[in-house]
């Protein structure tokens, strides 16, 4: 592949449809967004890597679904990787990027840096937010940790929540080129039949039959008749014969990917969407969030040089108030002459600080 071709895919995913299967998809290779998100922190690769499945798991998903504005992931655990959170913004207008942040919270002295990342969240879940905006009531989707993988809990989410067979293919890691830095990058397809109701669902057949007979989690094999299960068996052998650096490139362009891969299912391409990396807090934003306290709770919050401040969890923004002009029992009008924002710590917060990490 030539540099240009490269570049022109980094940073994209591909929306796809397979005619003869019923199945649709998505190939996804992020470059500079991982960069972008994992230059706000310094994370322990372990850390990283966990951080670099979630944020391709997002970018696909998000692009996946009609969003008009936020698409999140959760994944909160009683383990030493606490807390793994990413945001997916649809474009503003047509044609433009969308955007893509994440951040994580870990218990470092807990932390073992030679066992499988997944391992370390322990229990808990894996949860898919949407936020449509202004006038919508958000929605939320939950399934337990499982599988070995956050694409495995991915695809236990869409069986569940909401009856579709979805199968991920994901790689990442960082890389090295002569003359240059070390940078992540991370690539991925997803298969997922085309959305209709399952029988299995309707009648309220057994589930959990392809899950180790766990009754409590769906499988594509509980939500296709034969026919349908037929097709989406011959797209996963299909896919169980890409290789790890066909996913991430630079040497196959993802359209000849999926033409090696599918070109007996009668693949159709779409418009690739863009995605970068972007945060959206802003002091603003801030003062918002700490609108809904009395003047004893921005007290409480006040530091001893007499400043209230709040760090982003996901790009490590940090801002500084007067505590004169926060709540809404606020004495002093906001002229933002008090306001000062710097790179603050990436993962602690300061002492009487707020950590802001939904703006």
Same mark, same amino acid.
């Given at each position: ?28 290779? /992020? ?24 944020? /391709? ?27 793994? $959170? ?21 218990? $470092? ?173 802003? $002091? ?76």
């Amino acid at each position: 592949m030539l540099l240009g071709s490269k570049i022109a895919w980094d940073d994209t995913v591909l929306p796809f449809q397979l005619d003869r299967s019923d199945i649709r998809g998505r190939v996804a290779r /992020l470059d500079g967004v991982l960069d972008g998100i994992l230059a706000q922190h310094d994370y322990p690769p372990v850390v990283e890597a966990l951080i670099a499945e979630a944020t /391709l798991l997002t970018a696909i998903i998000g692009q996946t679904i009609k969003l008009r504005w936020k698409l999140s992931l959760q994944v909160r655990g009683n383990g030493p990787v606490r807390i793994i $959170a990413t945001d997916f913004y649809a474009p503003e207008a047509e044609g433009e990027p969308a955007r893509i942040r994440a951040y994580a919270s870990y218990d $470092a002295d807990r932390l073992d840096e030679a066992a499988p990342g997944f391992d370390q969240i322990g229990k808990g879940y894996f949860a898919v937010l949407i936020d449509q905006g202004d006038g919508t009531v958000p929605y939320q989707g939950i399934t337990p940790l499982a599988g070995g993988s956050l694409s495995s809990c991915a695809e236990t989410y869409f069986a569940q929540s909401e009856q579709l067979p979805t199968r991920f293919a994901l790689t990442f890691g960082s890389s090295r080129t002569p003359g240059k830095s070390a940078s992540w990058r991370a690539g991925g397809i997803m298969l997922q039949h085309m959305p209709k109701a399952s029988p299995f669902a309707a009648t309220g057949g057994e589930a959990g039959t392809a899950m180790g007979g766990d009754p409590a989690l769906l499988s594509a094999a509980d939500l296709l008749n034969p026919d349908e299960g037929e097709n989406w068996n011959r797209a996963n052998i299909l896919l169980d014969t890409v290789e790890e650096l066909e996913l991430i490139g630079p040497v196959v362009q993802p359209t000849e990917l999926l033409l090696r891969l599918f070109h007996e299912e009668q693949p159709r391409i779409f418009d690739a969407q863009p995605v970068k990396f972007g945060c959206t807090c802003s $002091a603003d934003r801030v003062r918002q969030s700490l609108s809904i306290y009395s003047a004893k709770d921005i007290a409480y919050m006040t530091t001893d040089e007499g400043t209230v401040t709040a760090d982003c969890q996901f790009c490590s923004a940090h801002y500084v108030f007067d505590p004169a002009t926060l709540g809404f029992e606020a004495t002093a009008p906001v002229d933002g002459s008090g306001d000062s924002t710097d790179d603050g710590p990436a993962d602690q917060p300061a002492n009487g600080s707020k950590d802001e990490d939904k703006a």
